[in-house]
C-alpha cells in the first residue's frame, strides 16, 4: 500500500490523551431477543438480520495476533490532515476502548441493535450497523424514526457524547477553527477483516444547519486496523490514504466537514492483544462516528 499525503500537510505532536477514568464497563447479555413488530413505519433500508454480537466465544489465539500490536503503551500524538481535519493517534486509552465495546455490545445485540443495511437496489453494505440516538439508513437516511423490526435508535450513552466533546476540545488546541458541537447520534459500524468495507461517500444527511457551519464528525476506531481514503473529490487517483489503528479518533469538520472518505480494507489480526483478551471482540474492526443533527 502506498501511502500518499501530498495534498495535505501533517504535523505529529504528542497530545494528552482523555477519556476520563471510572466508567463502569459491563458485558451485554448474549441472550437472543424476540422480535417484536409494531404498526409503525419502516425504513426500507434496514431490512432485518440475524441477531449480531461483538463477542465472539474466546475463540482468538495470542499467536493469530500480530506481535508488534500486543503493545499497550503506545504513546499518543495527532497529525493535522487538512484544514479541519485532525488525526489523534492512540487517543484513547485500553479501557476506554474496552468500555465502548462494552456499550456497543449492550446495545448492539438484541432488539434495535446491529443489523445488515442494504442500499436502494438492494445490495447489502459490507458492514453491520446499528445507531444510537437517531436511525439513518442508506435508504431513508434520518427520515424513518423506526426501523423495520419496530425498534427506534437507542439513547446516545452520556459516556460516547461526553467522550466526543471532550476529544474536540482537545483538537482544538492544534486546531483552532474546529468548530465544537453536542453530538445527538452515534452510528456504530463493523466490518469484518478482509471482506468489510465502506465506498466512498460524504456524511451529508445531517441538518442543513450543522453541515453549514461545519459541525464535526468525531469518529472512532476500535479493534483492527483499517485503510481510510479521504479527499475533496470522488476521483480515486487524488484521494489520500490513512491507517486508523485501534485507539486513533479522527475528526473531520469546518471547511472538511464535506470530505469524500471511505474504508478501503481492514487488515486481519492487527487489533491489539490486550483489547481481545479483556473485551473478547471478534476478528474485524469497531467504528463510532458521533454527529450532531
Ligand atoms: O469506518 C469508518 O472509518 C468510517 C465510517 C463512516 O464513514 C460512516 O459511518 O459514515
Ligand atoms: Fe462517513
Redesign the pocket.
Same mark, same amino acid.
Given at each position: 500500500m502506498t501511502m500518499n499525503h501530498s495534498t495535505f500537510y501533517r504535523l505529529i505532536k504528542p497530545i494528552e490523551s482523555s477519556f476520563g477514568g471510572g466508567r463502569d464497563a459491563f458485558y451485554g447479555p448474549l441472550t437472543r431477543r424476540l422480535k417484536q413488530y409494531h404498526n409503525t413505519p419502516c425504513a426500507k433500508g434496514s431490512v432485518e438480520s440475524q441477531p449480531f454480537s461483538l463477542i465472539c466465544c474466546p475463540c482468538f489465539s495470542s499467536n493469530s495476533v500480530c506481535e508488534k500490536t500486543s503493545k499497550s503503551n503506545l504513546s499518543t500524538s495527532y497529525e493535522i490532515l487538512g484544514s479541519g481535519v485532525i488525526l489523534l493517534k492512540n487517543y484513547l486509552s485500553l479501557k476506554d476502548q474496552v468500555d465502548i465495546v462494552n456499550i456497543c455490545e449492550k446495545r448492539g445485540v438484541g432488539h434495535g441493535g446491529f443489523y445488515e443495511p442494504s442500499h436502494q437496489n438492494g445490495a447489502k453494505l459490507r @458492514?453491520q450497523?446499528m445507531c444510537f440516538g437517531r436511525n439513518w439508513d442508506p435508504v431513508t437516511k434520518y427520515k424513518e424514526r423506526y426501523r423495520s423490526d419496530g425498534s427506534k435508535a437507542p439513547p446516545l450513552p452520556y459516556e460516547l457524547s461526553s467522550l466526543a466533546k471532550t476529544t474536540i476540545q482537545n483538537a482544538q488546541v492544534h486546531l483552532k477553527e474546529l468548530p465544537s458541537m453536542c453530538p445527538d447520534i452515534c452510528?456504530v +459500524?463493523f466490518?469484518s477483516p478482509v471482506y468489510g468495507r @465502506?465506498g466512498l /461517500?460524504q456524511?451529508r444527511d445531517e441538518s442543513s444547519d450543522s453541515l453549514r457551519r461545519g459541525l464535526p &464528525?468525531v %469518529?472512532i %476506531?476500535i479493534g483492527d486496523t483499517?485503510e481510510?481514503l479521504y479527499g475533496y473529490t470522488r476521483n480515486r487517483n487524488k484521494l489520500d490514504n490513512v491507517l @486508523?489503528q485501534s485507539g486513533d479518533v @479522527?475528526i473531520f469538520g469546518g471547511k472538511s466537514r464535506r470530505i469524500f /472518505?471511505? &474504508?478501503n480494507q481492514v487488515f486481519p489480526n492487527t487489533a491489539p492483544l490486550p483489547l481481545l483478551q479483556q473485551t473478547a471482540l471478534r476478528p474485524g474492526?469497531l +467504528?463510532l462516528?458521533l454527529r450532531q443533527f
Amino acid at each position: 500500500m502506498t501511502m500518499n499525503h501530498s495534498t495535505f500537510y501533517r504535523l505529529i505532536k504528542p497530545i494528552e490523551s482523555s477519556f476520563g477514568g471510572g466508567r463502569d464497563a459491563f458485558y451485554g447479555p448474549l441472550t437472543r431477543r424476540l422480535k417484536q413488530y409494531h404498526n409503525t413505519p419502516c425504513a426500507k433500508g434496514s431490512v432485518e438480520s440475524q441477531p449480531f454480537s461483538l463477542i465472539c466465544c474466546p475463540c482468538f489465539s495470542s499467536n493469530s495476533v500480530c506481535e508488534k500490536t500486543s503493545k499497550s503503551n503506545l504513546s499518543t500524538s495527532y497529525e493535522i490532515l487538512g484544514s479541519g481535519v485532525i488525526l489523534l493517534k492512540n487517543y484513547l486509552s485500553l479501557k476506554d476502548q474496552v468500555d465502548i465495546v462494552n456499550i456497543c455490545e449492550k446495545r448492539g445485540v438484541g432488539h434495535g441493535g446491529f443489523y445488515e443495511p442494504s442500499h436502494q437496489n438492494g445490495a447489502k453494505l459490507r @458492514l453491520q450497523m446499528m445507531c444510537f440516538g437517531r436511525n439513518w439508513d442508506p435508504v431513508t437516511k434520518y427520515k424513518e424514526r423506526y426501523r423495520s423490526d419496530g425498534s427506534k435508535a437507542p439513547p446516545l450513552p452520556y459516556e460516547l457524547s461526553s467522550l466526543a466533546k471532550t476529544t474536540i476540545q482537545n483538537a482544538q488546541v492544534h486546531l483552532k477553527e474546529l468548530p465544537s458541537m453536542c453530538p445527538d447520534i452515534c452510528i456504530v +459500524n463493523f466490518y469484518s477483516p478482509v471482506y468489510g468495507r @465502506l465506498g466512498l /461517500h460524504q456524511d451529508r444527511d445531517e441538518s442543513s444547519d450543522s453541515l453549514r457551519r461545519g459541525l464535526p &464528525v468525531v %469518529s472512532i %476506531s476500535i479493534g483492527d486496523t483499517a485503510e481510510f481514503l479521504y479527499g475533496y473529490t470522488r476521483n480515486r487517483n487524488k484521494l489520500d490514504n490513512v491507517l @486508523l489503528q485501534s485507539g486513533d479518533v @479522527l475528526i473531520f469538520g469546518g471547511k472538511s466537514r464535506r470530505i469524500f /472518505h471511505g &474504508v478501503n480494507q481492514v487488515f486481519p489480526n492487527t487489533a491489539p492483544l490486550p483489547l481481545l483478551q479483556q473485551t473478547a471482540l471478534r476478528p474485524g474492526r469497531l +467504528n463510532l462516528t458521533l454527529r450532531q443533527f
